[in-house]
């Protein structure tokens, strides 16, 4: 006879179309009965963890989640008291000051540069490609760079501050194809060693170093991807980074996952296994960060092409996982396919965002930087 958790969860899972044991790739496998109430008592953390330890499959996880969320189960299977402490602890304090901020570079980005090798386009990029006009991810990132150096204005001699900037994908393709200057700062020690390797001849200087401490005066100062890093309680401070930095007549610029709702803390699994804290911000909270000393020119998103990126991740850790295998257990084959997958699901749902951002000062003229 089955548990009360059990029927509730067969219950909830049933709304959105979700068999328990059934033959569609979306269905849910369950292989220990003690999932119920594990997912029950610890909601997301419950899910994630418990896949992780063999407890259920699903031949498709990203079709399971983008169906969950539509149905908004995630909403109505309420977290336990340990969610209701992270979330407590994300109002209470700041969890990405200083001192923290090299934590997720230790954790998620120095995993291994085989790993992300293996994973990413040729020029590593670990953010969002543009798919408009691409076939494939090596043309669709491309396409993004190539996106992100029109909305700024790059011309040759301008001087680029690029805050978070991961292997150098950016930096790279700015100084190879505009003639720019870049400098570029991340959490990552590994980032930083293969960046500048990539980056051998050209006009660009990467650093280890936490995106409050940098100087100077640059044409254009932009992020892609450190926004999921900052927390809420610090996007004032970015943009009083950015004017600091910002000539005048210069240009802003953040490209960023973003949420539907304004939250202080992200999923209680993905804070755990993936991105310590992490946080998305929402329009509003960006929106009030940004006018204490900017215009905001332009707000484009393209969340969808989220999904086709992550998916396309998916397709090349799984190619590579028989070589990386011997450096990564089991447990983490199953870690990092959830988090790829649940992530595509989550942007096929919509309910995460990808949104594109351009800002001067007040008293600039208008960019042309609507070229989506």
Known sequence: MASKSEKIIRDLLATAGI??????????????PNFYNRVLHNANL???????????????????????????????????WRIGLHVLKSKLFNRQISKRAFQVGQQHYDLGNDLYIAMLDRRMNYTCAYWKNASNLDEAQEAKLDLVCRKIGLEPGMEVLELGCGWGSFAQYAAEKYGTRVTGVTVSKEQVALGMERCKGLPVELKLQDYREVSGQYDAVISIGIMEHVGYKNYATYMDVVNRCLKPGGIGFVHTIGGNRSTHSTNAWTDKYIFPNGMLPSIAQLGMALEKHFVMEDWHNFGPDYDKTLMAWHAHFENGWPELKSHYDERFYRMWRYYLLSS?????????????????????????????
């Open 46 to 80: 419950g899910l994630g963890e418990s896949y992780m330890d063999g407890w259920w499959d699903c031949h498709a996880i990203d079709q399971l989640i983008d169906r969950v969320l539509r149905a908004n189960l995630d909403e109505k299977v309420k977290g336990n």
């Open 19 to 32: 068999e328990v044991n059934g033959s569609q790739a979306w269905d849910i496998q369950i292989h220990n």
């Open 344 to 372: 595509a699901g989550s942007f096929r749902a919509r309910n995460i965002q990808l949104w594109q951002i351009v800002f001067t000062r007040t008293g600039t003229p208008q960019p042309d930087c609507r070229l989506s």
